[in-house]
């Protein structure tokens, strides 16, 4: 699978395509389960993910306000009750609104927080590629993703003191010499990769 386009910017559209199917294969009865964020169920990660697809797609539009504005913690995600059908819509709107060239240009906000654009879009792809995971875990469905996007995201989140401890988001998880770059990946985000539910 290619992971860039001819003009060599990171193209977010197969791991847009892979989180809406993941989505689409978790039941209603599946949505207080348990997920590797400790205090989000699957209905929070999901909603999480409808969240930040509207901020990324705006933030590479350049469209600046409560949505690209608004910290992701601020409040506890609520799943729409029309999920199914807006969740992949706006994952759609997200990988083509990071195909626009303008999208990787200059500045930009997301979750109230300013980075070049070239950072931020890494940084969407990275979302969803993580995000994609807890829902693989949580509904015990497979995950594969292309090493090119692995090697963005394991370059996006590796400390920058290898010898703090502390990642992008918060304390690494050690893995074992030897493991699968997804392994590493995972745990490079804080989180276990031999999590399953209890």
Same mark, same amino acid.
């Given at each position: ?15 847009a ?9 978790i039941?209603d ?11 989000? #169920?699957?209905? %929070?990660v !999901?909603? @999480?993910?409808?969240g $930040?697809?509207? *901020?990324?797609r705006d +933030? ?5 306000g ?18 199914r059908?807006?969740l992949?819509k ?33 940084? #969407?792809l990275? %979302?969803? !590629?993580? @995000?994609?995971?807890? $829902?693989?875990? *949580?509904?015990?469905? +497979?995950?594969?993703?292309?090493e ?8 996006l ?12 988001f ?25 999590w399953?539910?209890?």
């Amino acid at each position: 699978m290619e992971n860039t386009s001819r003009t060599g910017l990171i193209d977010l559209g197969a791991a847009a395509e892979r989180v809406a199917r993941l989505a689409e294969g978790i039941g209603d009865e599946q949505l207080g389960d348990p997920t590797p964020c400790p205090e989000y #169920a699957v209905r %929070e990660v !999901l909603a @999480h993910v409808a969240g $930040l697809s509207v *901020a990324f797609r705006d +933030a590479a539009r350049k469209q600046f306000g409560p949505t690209t504005g608004t910290p992701p913690g601020s409040s506890r995600p609520v799943l729409a009750d029309d999920w199914r059908t807006a969740l992949p819509k706006a994952l759609e709107e997200l990988a083509a609104a990071w195909r626009e060239p303008g999208a990787w240009e200059g500045d930009t906000r997301a979750g109230g927080v300013e980075l070049p654009a070239a950072v931020m879009g890494r940084v #969407a792809l990275d %979302e969803l !590629l993580i @995000h994609g995971w807890d $829902l693989a875990r *949580a509904s015990g469905q +497979a995950y594969e993703v292309s090493e090119a996007e692995l090697r963005v995201s394991e370059a996006l989140l590796t400390p920058a003191d290898d010898a703090s401890g502390e990642g992008f988001f918060g304390p690494v998880v050690a893995v074992p010499d030897g493991a699968p770059l997804l392994d590493r990946v995972i745990g490079l985000s804080g989180r276990r990769p031999d999590w399953r539910p209890a």
